[in-house]
């Protein structure tokens, strides 16, 4: 076991990730951003915040294949070799990418892929088991029972230890959770994010599967990084192509935060705390239910100011005047919804 600098103070509650799920840290970390999608990274600080992660009780690690076709698995490798005890590692398989055109999307949810994914994620990752393996994508082709038989093998064999869903509705999971237990549901759940609700979350109260929020600061756009993404982040941005970061929709929803910089000022917080703390007070709506959220970041800072999150109690007042936001978003989550559980409903 390594030894940490943290304080007490400063480390993260636990929670269990789902019922019979392994022990965590209330919040984990998205690695996503450290190598894909969000434009240049200095890898040396994206490093060191893994470490810093990891010394305030951060033990869930998120990430996935298709995240730089690979690259950033590899990239957790060394991190992972070195702490391999104290660390909960995630990653994903279902979403195919086209090397020729990156653009370019489809989805595979059959046995033979979901093997083959397992093995290369296991070697780009430099270990012996995936502690937990997420279906990232639902391919609306292949029964969920199959996929989850077909993952279920996996277990069985000792590559995996626990499953996990992406962007799944409360019936595909409770189809899911009944060929194999499910430990986790991840999804994109955040004060301009609340479709889950209708079906999903519910269902995973009821069922005792963890409830893994994605994006809980809206990719960044809930803390007031950015405005508009078609002005101000770079070309290799991918929020650039989201229907909600630029244009009118940018103008109409920054105007939304207003509630959260009201919230925000009354307890001395930023506004991503504000919003971090939203998620994980949801867990009280819902009975046995455990919220284990994931921002994604790149600097250690971020992590400390995120961590910190946890210790904030909003009021049933602060509740009440964030509520309502979410009905007012402009614009969809993704160009496309056919991907996600709400395209489902």
Same mark, same amino acid.
């Given at each position: ?82 702490? @391999?005890?104290?660390?909960?590692? /995630?990653?994903?398989? !279902?979403?195919?990418?086209? %090397?020729?055109? +990156?653009?370019? *999307? $489809? ?90 609700? @209708?079906?999903?979350?519910?269902? /995973?109260?009821?069922? !005792?599967?963890?409830?893994? %929020?994605?994006? +809980?600061?809206? *990719? $960044? ?111 969809? *989550? ?12």
């Amino acid at each position: 076991m390594n030894q940490h600098t943290s304080s007490d103070g400063e480390r993260i509650a636990r929670t269990h990730l789902g019922t019979g799920g392994p022990e965590v840290g209330v919040q984990g970390l998205g690695c996503m951003g450290m190598s894909f999608a969000y434009g240049p990274t200095d890898e040396a600080e994206a490093r060191a915040t893994l470490e810093r992660a990891l010394e305030l009780g951060v033990t869930l690690y998120d990430t996935a294949d298709m995240y730089g076709m690979g690259e950033n698995e590899r990239f957790l490798a060394p991190f992972v070799a070195a702490h @391999r005890d104290e660390i909960t590692l /995630a990653t994903k398989f !279902g979403i195919v990418l086209d %090397p020729a055109d +990156p653009s370019k *999307r $489809g989805i595979r949810n059959d046995r033979a892929y979901i093997r083959q994914c397992a093995e290369a994620s296991l070697r780009r990752l430099g270990v012996d088991v995936i502690d937990l393996y997420y279906m990232h994508r639902r391919d609306v082709n292949v029964p969920i029972e199959e996929t989850v038989g077909a993952m279920a093998e996996l277990v069985e064999e000792g590559k995996v230890r626990q499953l996990g869903l992406s962007e799944v509705t409360g019936d595909e999971l409770r189809a899911a959770h009944a060929e194999h237990p499910i430990a986790a549901v991840q999804s994109e759940w955040s004060l301009f994010s609340r479709d889950v609700e @209708r079906t999903a979350v519910p269902a /995973a109260a009821e069922l !005792g599967v963890a409830f893994v %929020p994605y994006s +809980p600061l809206g *990719r $960044g756009f809930l803390t007031g990084a950015f405005t508009d993404a078609g002005k101000e982040l770079t070309e290799d941005d991918f929020r650039r192509t989201m229907p909600r970061f630029t244009g009118e929709n940018a103008e109409a929803n920054a105007a939304l935060l207003e509630p959260v910089r009201k919230v925000a000022g009354a307890h001395g917080i930023t506004l991503g705390q504000t919003a971090l703390a939203w998620v994980h007070q949801q867990a009280e709506r819902y009975p046995g239910l455990s919220v284990v959220p994931i921002p994604g970041t790149r600097k250690r800072s971020r992590v400390e100011e995120n961590t910190a999150a946890t210790r904030v109690r909003l009021t049933d007042e602060d509740l009440t005047l964030l509520a309502p936001i979410a009905d007012r978003v402009a614009g969809t *989550r993704y160009p496309s919804m056919a991907l996600t559980s709400a395209g489902r409903e």
